[in-house]
């Protein structure tokens, strides 16, 4: 399961370093990023606290649309990682 991560850490990792989303996304992107990093917890646990984390970013009224679809992306990858 860890392997499928990768590339979710990777595009949290890009979307923390886009300047075009405003900077609160961008530091709920990293503490996404680092909470899945986290292995002292267990797999399902990292999934769902990063699964929330998103699903408040995409709330966002401040959001732009190309990062609304991104989170939403992540979220779908990440609950077939549970």
């Known amino acids: 399961m860890e392997e499928k991560l990768k590339p979710i850490i990777d595009i949290l990792e890009q979307l923390s370093e886009d300047t075009s989303v405003p900077r609160n996304i961008r530091r709920g992107a990293r503490e996404a990023r680092e909470r899945l990093l986290n292995e002292a917890e267990a797999l399902d646990v990292r999934t769902a606290s990063a699964i929330f984390m998103l699903d408040e970013l995409a709330n966002d009224p ?6 609304r679809t991104l989170i939403w992306d992540l ?3 990440l609950e ?3």
């Open 62 to 67: 401040n959001i732009p649309i190309h990062g």
């Open 75 to 77: 979220i779908s990858q």
């Open 80 to 82: 077939t990682v549970k």
